[in-house]
């Protein structure tokens, strides 16, 4: 399993996303350490990245809350919508549970 996290050092929710990630990651019985850590530091890399918004998590290439149509990439923060309806800075810890998870199965 291919664990990404790319971040954009101007955001500042990612330090409490990449800690909710090795938390699941732990809660799954998987190693923290396994997860790929890329800054994006220009328009330019978040447009070939392919970069919604800082925090985004790629579990094997998939976005584990995929952009809608049409979302510019770009370096900007990302606003997640929880599972209860509000929104967020870092996406539901439940969402990157799933993922995680379906990739589990799909191994």
């Not at 994006?40 to 149509?69: C, H, K, Q, Y």
């Not at 979302?71 to 606003?79: A, I, N, Q």
Request: charged share 35%; net charge negative.
């Amino acid at each position: 399993m291919r664990v990404e996290f790319l971040w954009w050092d101007g955001c500042p929710s990612h330090p409490e996303a990449l800690a909710e990630l090795r938390d699941v990651l732990r809660s799954e019985d998987l190693d923290p350490d396994l997860i790929e850590r890329r800054e994006i530091e220009t328009d330019e890399e978040a447009a070939r990245e392919r970069f919604p918004g800082s925090p985004t998590i790629l579990i094997d290439g998939r976005d584990v809350v995929p952009p809608n149509d049409g979302e510019p990439f770009s370096l900007t923060c990302r606003v997640y919508r929880l599972r209860d309806g509000r929104y967020s800075a870092i996406p539901d810890p439940d969402d990157v549970r799933a993922a995680v998870r379906q990739a589990k199965e799909n191994q």
